[in-house]
Structures are given as structure tokens and as C-alpha cells.
């Protein structure tokens, strides 16, 4: 209709920019840890061709099945806005050669597409940053995947609001097994099953373990456990996996009902989970998919990684400090045009003096009585005051507006040893 309001598309929104700073200082402290355990990104494209997909996630899969956003682009090829992060990423590894002798550590970062129900902790764009490790086969790299989440939990400030789960998923012939096991289980009590687990029945029963429906947990609990089904190999590698993460003083808990939505993982599965967001309570997931790599056509490469869910983890520090923007160091106030134009000199000045100094430049004029009240709603600790007069004297008037202390007029040389030193720029 015309004039109608428009607005965003259902479950995808607007970062706004009081929520920016926030997100930009989670981002920071994510992408120190990373280079500090030699982490190197990469930049994926956000579409792919479904096929992918397909073959990576799996066919019988929720998200192939009816969450993906799909279309047919002019050639008539059928393309899909990413879902997750790990396939695109070991396509890019495959197409340009990267696994040849492979012992990589990488990491991504952006918006996936899943067409679910929206509700909070779920949207239909949300944002993950993706960490993938290619090479080591052994229970170490998945340790340090482990570590590499609490160092950020630390220093985020919330390692006492999340709590590790870890699970072995074996390898696929055990899988296999064991899903015979499952469905002979499940069958029998057919008639308590949700429609989503008799859906899931015949094609993917391990996603009923997944299942959150609270009349489902009695009898999921009685369902037989997949540990039991693991053979020796898969063993060791879990007891290597467990012995690392006690030797580090990670505290976690075996959850035999953890799966994971996506076909392609094996051995070690492990979620970051907390009670502070509700039903959508796994905030950073991940595990092994040692098969990938060939299942897409590359030389078979052990892999490991995990993918955090940027919009959970930010709703985890909504009320931490991190959320309050750093404010301008200072605010300039510009009266008259000769001030104006020797002001907007001046503060790029400053700029390239000063590396971090953080100006605000009034713009769009106005008395000095509005600009003033701008300054000190800005937050900033000075305004620096430029009227026709100091314009001609190249000087500015330094007025504190945080804390007591004298207005003092500094021609420009004096000003930038004066914001140097208040400030510490180096």
C-alpha cells in the first residue's frame, strides 16, 4: 500500500547504534583471543550453491528439510543464504588448496539465514563467529577449542554464567548401530511421540534426543545411550579428550542425550549452555567432523571447530560495563564562520596528532547556548570553544565540564600538549 511503514523482514533486526559499542567490544576481546592462540581469519561469502548443503548438513536435516532460504538465481542455478559457517569454509579450504599438509587454525565471522520461528535467542538473521581447525586428529586440539572459549568467558567477565556439556558422538559405523537400537526403541512407544519425533523417527533419530518437548524427556531418558555403543578407539579418544580438559581445571558435565542438528559430526560434541536466556539456552557449540573434508570432495582431513552465537553472548552482557560507549574526549563548539572553518582545520589536526582521540566537531551551526548543551550531553570531559575572535588569535577555550578545574585559553600547539598529557596518547 503506498505510504505504508515499512519495515524490517520478520526475525531479522537492526543492530541499532546504542547497541553497537557493545558489540564491538565483545568482538575486540573475541578477536585478541583468537590471534593469541594463532587464529587466522577468513572471509566467506554469505551465499552458496544449495548443494553444498546438502551434502554437508544433511538432506533429512531440519535445516535442509525446511529452514533454508533458497532461491533460483538467473542462470537457473539454485543457490542458498548460508545456514552455518563450517561448510562454506571447508569448501573454501578444498577449492584453494588449503589442506595440503594441513595444520590450520581459522576463524569467520558473520551473518547466517535460517527461516525458523523468531522468538528470542532465535532469528531468522543472526550473527555467529566460526572457529575451525584443520589437521590435528588427536583429543588436543580438541581441548584447546575448550580453552580457547573459557579464556573468553574469563575475560568477558561471565565464566560463572555458562556451563560445558561434552558428549562423544563415536564414528559413523557406530552411529549406525546404534541408530538401529534407537529406532527399535522409539517405535515401541510411537504412540507418545511428539509429531516431530515421528517425523524424525526413521530419518534422523538422534535429533529426538534433542528434543525439548517436557512430555518427551521421561522417555527420552529411557532411551538407550550411545556411549554404551562406542568402540575402543572412540573411547580413548574421549578419555584423552576428558583427562586434558581435568588437567586444565575445566569443569563440565557428560551429557549421553547431546547431539548435534548437523550430520557431518563425530567423536567429541560439546555446548556452552546457560539458564539466563530460556528455551535458547546454547550460547557456543561445536565438535568433531573428521569426514567432512572427504564428504565434499577433499582429501580426508581430521577436523574440529565450533560456532558462538554472537547474539546470545551479547544478550549474556547486556548489563555489563562493556555496554556503556566510551564517550568523546572532547566536544567543539564553533561560533561564527571564521570559527568555523579554523576549527574544522584544527580538529584534523588533532587527529593526525593524536591517534585515538576521540572529537566531536559540532556541525549544522546554531547559538553557542544549543551547541553547549550538546557538548555536555555528549558526555565529554571538555569542550573546546572556538569563537571569530580566538579564530584570529588561533587559540581555543578549554572548559572542563566533568569535574572542577578552570576554563583556560591554549593557542593550538599548547592545546595538543594539553590533550596529550590529560589523556596519555602516546
Not at 599438509?101 to 520461528?117: D, I, S, T, V
Not at 531468522?124 to 584447546?144: C, S
Not at 587527529?351 to 556541525?363: I, M, S, T, Y
Not at 580566538?390 to 577555550?397: F, L, P
Request: glycine share 10%.
Amino acid at each position: 500500500m503506498t505510504g505504508s511503514k515499512l519495515q524490517s523482514v520478520r526475525g531479522m533486526h537492526d543492530i541499532l547504534p546504542q547497541d553497537t559499542p557493545l558489540w564491538q567490544a565483545v568482538e575486540s576481546i573475541l578477536r585478541r583471543g583468537l590471534d593469541n592462540y594463532g587464529y587466522r581469519q577468513i572471509r566467506l561469502p554469505i551465499v552458496e550453491k544449495t548443494e553444498l548443503f546438502k551434502r554437508s548438513i544433511g538432506e533429512v536435516t531440519d535445516i535442509v528439510e525446511k529452514e533454508m532460504y533458497t532461491f533460483t538465481d538467473r542462470n537457473g542455478e539454485s543457490l542458498t543464504l548460508r545456514p552455518e559457517g563450517t561448510a562454506g569454509c571447508v569448501r573454501a579450504c578444498i577449492e584453494h588448496g588449503l589442506l595440503r599438509g594441513a595444520n590450520l587454525r581459522l576463524w569467520y565471522q558473520g551473518p547466517m539465514f535460517r527461516h525458523e520461528r523468531p522468538q528470542k535467542g532465535r532469528y531468522r538473521q543472526f550473527h555467529q563467529l566460526g572457529v575451525e581447525t584443520y589437521g590435528p586428529k588427536g583429543p588436543d586440539i580438541d581441548a584447546e577449542l575448550i580453552l580457547l572459549a573459557r579464556q573468553w568467558w574469563r575475560e568477558l567477565g561471565i565464566a560463572d554464567k555458562l556451563e560445558l556439556q561434552i558428549n562423544s558422538l563415536g564414528t559413523l559405523g557406530e552411529r549406525q548401530a546404534y541408530r538401529q537400537e534407537l529406532v527399535a526403541y522409539f517405535s515401541t512407544f510411537e504412540h507418545a511421540l511428539d509429531e516431530d519425533s515421528k517425523r524424525r523417527l526413521h530419518s534422523n533419530p538422534l535429533r529426538i534426543l534433542d528434543s525439548k518437548n517436557p512430555d518427551m524427556q521421561s522417555l527420552i531418558e529411557g532411551a538407550p545411550k550411545l556411549i554404551d555403543y562406542l568402540g575402543e578407539s572412540s573411547r580413548a579418544h574421549f578419555r584423552g579428550f576428558t583427562d586434558l580438559l581435568d588437567a586444565a581445571g575445566i569443569v563440565y558435565s557428560v551429557n549421553p542425550r547431546l547431539v548435534r542438528g548437523l550430520d557431518y559430526y563425530c567423536l567429541t560434541v560439546f555446548e556452552w549452555v546457560t539458564g539466563e536466556l530460556g528455551a535458547q539456552g546454547t550460547v557456543c557449540a561445536g565438535g568433531r567432523y573428521d569426514s567432512l573434508v572427504e564428504q565434499l570432495g577433499g582429501t580426508p582431513t581430521p577436523a574440529a571447530g565450533f560456532a558462538l552465537g554472537m547474539e546470545r553472548l551479547v544478550s549474556l552482557l547486556a548489563h555489563s560495563s562493556l555496554a556503556q560507549p566510551a564517550p568523546p574526549h572532547g566536544y567543539m563548539i564553533r561560533v561564527g564562520a571564521a570559527a568555523e572553518k579554523a576549527g574544522l582545520v584544527l580538529a584534523e589536526r588533532l587527529r593526525e596528532r593524536l591517534p585515538g582521540l576521540r572529537l566531536v566537531v559540532h556541525a549544522g551551526g546554531g547559538s553557542f547556548k544549543s551547541q553547549f548543551k550538546k557538548a555536555d550531553k555528549s558526555g565529554a570531559p571538555y569542550a573546546l570553544i572556538m569563537g571569530e575572535e580566538e579564530a584570529s588569535r588561533q587559540q581555543v577555550s578549554v572548559k572542563p565540564l566533568r569535574k572542577e578545574g578552570i576554563q583556560q585559553m591554549l593557542d593550538f600547539d599548547r592545546l595538543i600538549e594539553f590533550l596529550q598529557s590529560e589523556f596519555n596518547f602516546q
